[in-house]
């Protein structure tokens, strides 16, 4: 037996006491992981599938390596080892990057342009530091010029890359958004101030990175991405940039990036954690080789549910920044075939190799998938942009709920949210369970003749109201618009976040 540690990510954590690292003693990461999930059993529901295997949007490292292309459950360990459960968050073989190098391809394309003209004197001064560098000179600095990069999304991981792309003097940024700028945005989106609340994103973030350096082109893409553009908007660009929040738009981004033979460089995080890779298919894995589906619908919180600490976005744009001038320039080591993880508390680097999946429908050689398809039912979530789907579960809009709570037998409402969410606001006389809790916590619903479940906007507690339902308790009804409708028609002075 080896006495071996395994590192918790912070989405899971509150299944294992809070703890970032639990040490576990097995002979294979199969028996460790299984003697770690039988003490705590809402672990083992979101590592395992019902037959016990692992699910596909999880992946396990025995220290740097993915044991998929070890032994799987059966790759031994020794003491000492270190196993990482690496979670996909919304919001990564031994590559021979030499061998047949397409970055390499890149940088030759890209210097064929910046041969035209050679720097002007404003030129010159604006990138003096750059010049004096070897490693990007006169030479690199028209490769920058000349270089198309995209990025997707124009919140708070496009926010930094965007203003340094601009700084160095890249030639062409495409920026896609179409969100237009909340107070909530302020706290990590530093192209944006105050007074630009209300307005589209893309917008601003021209006319601010203009501002900063009028030699660089900003094209603004204010539609959001979708299977029925993606292929045209990315094909004007060398490289993109994905800082996007949802599932549907990365795995939207990876498909078309590996379809058009684009590296894309690409970023997440979660509370106080980070992750950052280059997906590049034609010398190393795709984002599919590494989770080859999204998690179901609800069961990761996206930052507006979970929270992001606000410096956090602004360390993995500006790495995924540094990584799109890397690749540009041709300098240095890409991210290619690696896996980033950044832990803000820890402040601590880590890095995982990835490896090409043989089996990879997208990028593998024995690929079925040759074009785009329908992102949002891959991912199970509705359209963005589109009106809601009629709900599937019984709802209760906040005005009917607000007479019931004064009749005869008002409801008992069941909060789903967190507790720091709780401490913002709550509605009066309601049990706060968090949702991934509801499973181990139903004894304390068990009794109520009619349940109102609620979060902040309805998704969460939907989901509860599913699998309460599903469960056999009856009179069962979600919140529409969640704790946000209340505040809004019923108590204005409800303070919202
Ligand atoms: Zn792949």
């Not at 028996?31 to 999880?58: D, I, Q």
């Not at 809790?437 to 139903?442: A, F, I, N, Q, V």
Request: hydrophobic share 40%.
């Amino acid at each position: 037996m080896a006495q071996v540690s395994v590192k918790i990510p912070t989405p899971l954590r509150s299944f294992a006491g809070g703890a970032a690292t639990i040490p576990v003693e097995g002979a294979t990461v199969g028996e460790v992981l299984r003697r770690m999930t039988a003490t705590h059993s809402g672990l083992g529901r979101h590592l395992f599938t019902p037959e016990g295997k692992l699910r596909s949007f999880v992946a396990v490292y025995r220290n740097d390596e993915d044991i998929r292309y070890l032994e799987r459950d059966a790759t031994p360990v020794k003491d000492g080892d270190v196993v990482s459960i690496v979670p996909a968050i919304a919001g990564g073989g031994e590559v021979d990057l030499r061998a047949a190098n397409p970055l390499v391809v890149t940088e030759r394309s890209v210097a064929a342009r910046a041969r035209t003209r050679s720097l002007s004197k404003d030129e010159t001064l604006r990138y003096s530091r750059h010049l004096l560098l070897s490693e990007v000179g006169v030479e690199g600095q028209k490769k920058l010029r000349d270089a198309k990069v995209l990025i997707v999304g124009a919140g708070g991981l496009g926010s930094p890359t965007a203003l340094y792309l601009a700084a160095v003097g890249v030639g062409k940024i495409g920026l896609v958004d179409f969100d237009r700028v909340e107070v909530s945005n302020l706290q990590r989106q530093i192209l944006y101030t105050t007074a630009d609340v209300g307005h589209a994103k893309v917008d601003v973030a021209r006319d601010r990175l203009q501002a900063m350096n009028p030699g660089v082109q900003v094209i603004a893409h204010s539609e959001p991405l979708t299977s029925t553009n993606a292929m045209d908007v990315l094909r004007g660009y060398d490289i993109v940039i994905d800082g996007t929040d949802n599932f549907a738009t990365r795995y939207l981004v990876n498909d078309a990036c590996v379809l058009l033979g684009k590296p894309n460089v690409y970023g997440s995080i979660y509370r106080f954690e980070g992750q950052a890779s280059v997906f590049d298919a034609r010398s190393g894995p795709c984002y599919r080789c590494l989770y080859p589906e999204p998690p179901p619908p609800g069961l990761v919180p996206s930052c507006a549910e979970a929270g992001v600490l606000g410096v956090l976005p602004g360390i993995v744009g500006v790495i995924q920044a540094t990584e799109a001038i890397k690749i540009i320039l041709g300098a240095g080591e890409p991210l290619v075939g690696r896996l980033l993880l950044f832990d803000a508390l820890a402040m601590s680097f880590r890095e995982l190799a990835l490896r090409k999946n043989p089996d990879c429908d997208l990028c593998g050689p024995h690929a079925t998938q040759r074009g785009l398809i329908d992102y949002q039912e891959f991912c199970g979530v509705p359209a963005v942009g589109t009106p809601r789907a009629p709900s599937d579960v019984p709802e209760v809009s906040a005005e009917k709920l607000a007479e019931e709570l004064n009749s005869a037998e008002p409801p008992f409402l069941l909060d789903v949210r967190e507790p720091e969410e709780w401490e913002i606001a709550h509605l009066p006389g309601a049990h706060l369970i968090p949702r991934l809790e509801l499973p181990d916590r139903l004894n304390e619903v068990t009794g109520a003749r009619l349940v109102v479940v609620y979060c902040k906007s309805g998704e969460r507690s939907s989901a509860a109201t599913k699998l309460l339902l599903g469960l056999g308790f009856s009179g069962v009804r979600n919140l529409r618009g969640g704790i946000d409708a209340w505040a809004k028609q019923v108590d204005p002075s409800m303070l919202r976040y």
